[in-house]
């Protein structure tokens, strides 16, 4: 009787409910973990973490518009992977290991920090290729994430506990690498990147040879989207103040409303194509996922980079860019080409049925390279064939949804009228 009345009067606590203790051990959870979402530190990871791509992003215009294009780009690269780099570890980490405890909320702050130094010195690494800066802020990001690693190593055993050891001694070791941006002459910094690069996506294919991480799938995709929509927001951002700033000071409403109209189409059809299938349900596998996860690398760059490229645009049309329209035109369609392609590749191509869809996204990307040379009303024109694309892939859809409708009645009838 005693022991009913305690249970009735303190119910068991959920396995989803975190402790209420400040220090938890930090073990794995649950891959069919109901109701899984990102939390709000996550999202405010995510905010942070903007920041440093709208820094590269602001650079990157200075250099396209300054005719230093290929300098520019190369930058671009570089610190792009590093904010992507530290921004997807955290990510998959946090979707097998977050215990929500107040050392890994501090972990995760220390990390946050990291992001913010890097953002403070990507103007030098543009500017005067000092990358002293956006070294120390990677340094942070890393070693807390390092941390974090040891924290699962110390509380697991086997197999998981070596994994573990792998991810926080491989992360460690590339450190030591990325000290030759500071010390070796400029170059010899691109070979680094790329060979530091290759070691540090090395990292997770060594480390998880005997034992996967139990990520979640629906949280990964959710993290992904949630960040694919960040990052074009940050577009939108940049795009309306650049538009903005060219009609107060040089009143070219006429010349910037193509551009606006299109970039904003752009945009538009971006989110679509990106969001139009759920894509959890492709990630069934550790080596899909990587896949999947990496490849992201180039959504999330061409993403931030079509903003920057309708920034380079309204410049070029009011005077202040130093290059010509084609050239100013090329800074918008090239990257939105690349998202198009991109998106098709790793997870859009899965979810099509027959050629006419398979083709939709290619053909659109090179639909819309065309449209570089159509002067200054390239830009909208990218951005109509871009809707066009949305138009032609939901017609098809629809077409084809019909179509199994229609068959199935047909099919129900022949059974009827056999009965």
Aim: charged share 15%.
């Amino acid at each position: 009787m005693t022991s009913d009345a305690s249970s009735e009067s303190a119910p068991r606590r959920s396995r989803n409910v975190p402790s209420p203790r400040p220090l938890r051990r930090m073990t794995a959870r649950g891959r069919d973990e109901a109701h899984r979402v990102a939390s709000p530190l996550e999202l405010f990871f995510d905010l942070c973490f903007v920041v440093a791509i709208a820094q590269a992003g602001v650079q990157l215009v200075h250099s396209v518009a300054e005719a230093h294009a290929a300098e520019g780009v190369l930058n671009y690269a570089m610190v792009f992977f590093a904010i992507w780099w530290a921004w997807m570890n955290f990510t998959w980490f946090a979707s097998a290991y977050d215990n929500d405890d107040v050392l890994y909320r501090v972990v995760t702050l220390i990390q946050i920090a990291g992001v913010l130094v890097l953002a403070a010195g990507v103007s030098q690494a543009f500017e005067d290729h000092d990358f002293l800066l956006v070294l120390l802020g990677y340094v942070i990001m890393r070693m807390a994430l390092t941390a974090q690693w040891l924290r699962v190593a110390r509380n697991t055993d086997g197999a998981e506990r070596r994994m573990a050891l792998w991810y926080a001694g491989g992360v460690l070791v590339c450190q030591v690498g990325w000290v030759g941006l500071v010390l070796l002459p400029e170059s010899g910094r691109p070979w680094l990147f790329l060979v530091m690069a290759i070691a540090e996506m090395c990292v997770p294919l060594l480390a998880e040879r005997e034992f996967s991480t139990v990520w979640h799938p629906h949280h990964i995709s959710e993290r992904y989207g949630l960040f694919t929509i960040i990052v074009l927001g940050e577009t939108i951002a940049a795009a309306t103040i650049a538009v903005k700033v060219g009609v107060d000071e040089n009143d070219a409403l006429g010349e910037l409303l193509p551009i606006a109209s299109g970039g904003l189409l752009i945009i538009f059809a971006a989110w679509w194509i990106y969001f139009v299938v759920p894509i959890h349900g492709h990630l069934s596998s550790s080596r899909k996922a990587f896949l999947w996860g990496y490849g992201h690398y180039v959504i999330f760059a061409s993403a931030a980079a079509i903003g920057a490229g309708l920034e380079v645009a309204v410049e070029q049309a009011v005077g202040k860019a130093h290059i010509s329209t084609p050239a100013a035109s090329a800074a918008v369609t090239l990257p939105t080409a690349l998202f198009l392609l991109t998106v098709w590749v790793l997870h859009a191509r899965h979810y099509k049925v027959g050629t006419a869809q398979q083709l939709v996204l290619p053909v659109t990307a090179l639909a819309v390279v065309l449209c570089t040379f159509l002067g200054d009303w390239a830009v909208f024109a990218a951005g109509v064939v871009s809707a066009l694309a949305v138009v032609v892939g939901v017609t098809l859809t629809a077409r084809m949804a019909s179509q199994e409708e229609r068959e199935e009645r047909e099919e129900g009838v022949a059974g009827a009228s056999a009965s």
